[in-house]
């Protein structure tokens, strides 16, 4: 099943079940069985980014360099300010010498869930979702955590386009492109940690409700980018996540 965020004519956003002609308004997506309105062919919806106001986006660091005898990865929340959708542009602030995209897979979580263990993980998620955790490298501040900053941009994190039910997260292939040049091509059982010993890790420390992202870390390969840039994130049975890059002002 597909999954959808979508913009209605009068503005509201809802959630719906994607179909070639006649997509389903969501009422709950704790309960996919509570459905509304018709919405009509998917291609005529206009879509936006797959998180509510009230969402959090948890990030993962050092998820594809090695356990190093840690029990879990370290890991970060993203901004709610910094999120946009597929097709936004991504802006480069003018304090900023080098930005890099960051190609991920995240679970999107659908019901609410605090200490549960890697058995009782994947029961809580609905799905699967693209990110680029844009970051710009080369701020240099003199923070406890400098890489923050770097991550807090306003469009710095991007996602989707849609939601997929149905994948196998932990076997499946992760690309990224810069104008049409493959840059990252690797799969997702390279991570050091599984998708369900992720959530139930973050779930030791915070509670994970519906509508959280849990982004599952970035692979080594990544590459600076430049306004001009179109930047394309595919996870193979998702589909593919597409934005130009702008400069600010």
């Known amino acids: 099943m597909r999954i959808a965020r979508i913009r209605l004519g009068s503005g509201d956003e809802v959630w719906a079940r994607l179909d070639p002609e006649h997509s389903i308004e969501l009422l709950d997506i704790e309960d996919l069985g509570r459905e509304g309105r018709d919405l ?50 991504i802006v480069l602030p003018g304090i900023c010498r080098t930005v890099v995209y960051e190609p991920e897979i995240a679970a999107v979580i659908g019901r609410t869930c605090r200490e549960v263990t890697p058995q009782e993980a994947r029961a809580h998620v609905l799905g699967w979702t693209c990110v680029n955790d844009v970051t710009a ?90 306004a001009g840039d179109l930047v394309e994130v595919e996870v193979a049975g998702i589909g593919t996540l597409r934005n130009p890059v702008v400069a600010a002002g």
Do not use: H, Y
């Open 137 to 226: 490298t080369d701020l240099g501040l003199n923070t406890n955590f400098p890489f923050l900053p770097g991550k807090s941009f306003d469009t710095f994190g991007v996602l989707g386009p849609v939601i997929e039910t149905e994948l196998d997260p932990d076997d499946t292939a992760l690309r990224a492109r810069i104008n049409g040049r493959v840059v990252t091509d690797t799969v997702t059982s390279r991570m050091n940690w599984s998708t369900d010993e992720v959530v139930s890790w973050v779930s030791r420390f915070m509670t994970l409700r519906s509508g959280d992202l849990v982004c599952l870390g970035t692979p080594p390969q990544i590459e600076p980018i430049q």
């Open 40 to 89: 009509g062919p998917a291609g005529a919806l206009t879509l936006v980014k797959p998180v509510t106001a009230t969402s959090t986006v948890v990030c993962l660091l050092g998820n594809w360099k090695g356990r190093d005898g840690r029990d879990g990865p370290s890991f970060f929340v993203k901004p709610i300010s910094s999120l946009i959708g597929d097709g936004e542009a």
